[in-house]
């Protein structure tokens, strides 16, 4: 993790949660609420991250903390993301030309 250049198969969730700058037992929930973050346990029976669960966990973060989705908002996300439904930026597009096009329709009212 210190060189970006060397990437690694697994990481454990110490390595994850500083990365991502959580606790450990943000992630812990995180998995028992999102279906799609799964992470192996290796023999020992610890978790193990691959670049795959990171990066969803990285947009499990972003929606909670930077999109300011709930839990279940986010489960939504996820869930029209797996059927291939329009993305949420495709979505708010639509939603600020509708916008755009209803305040110039009251605008001519």
Same mark, same amino acid.
């Not at 669960?53 to 973060?61: F, T, V």
């Given at each position: ?7 690694? %198969?697994?990481?454990?969730? =110490?390595?994850?949660?500083?990365? %991502? ?15 799609? %973050? ?6 020992? =029976?610890?978790?193990?991250? &691959? ?21 279940? =908002? ?9 059927? =291939? ?5 495709? %979505? ?10 209803? &305040? ?6």
């Amino acid at each position: 993790m210190d060189d970006p250049e060397i990437q690694k %198969l697994y990481y454990s969730i =110490g390595e994850v949660s500083e990365q %991502l700058d959580l606790e450990p037992h943000v992630l812990r929930y995180w998995e028992s609420e999102f279906t799609v %973050l799964h992470p192996r346990k290796n023999r020992a =029976g610890r978790r193990v991250y &691959t670049s795959d669960d990171i990066a969803i966990a990285r947009r499990i973060q972003q929606l909670l903390k930077d999109e300011k989705y709930t839990i279940a =908002g986010a489960k939504q996300v996820f869930e029209r993301e797996r059927h =291939g439904d329009v993305s949420d930026q495709q %979505l708010r597009a639509e939603l600020k030309d509708l916008r755009s096009l209803l &305040t110039q329709l009251l605008d001519q009212l």
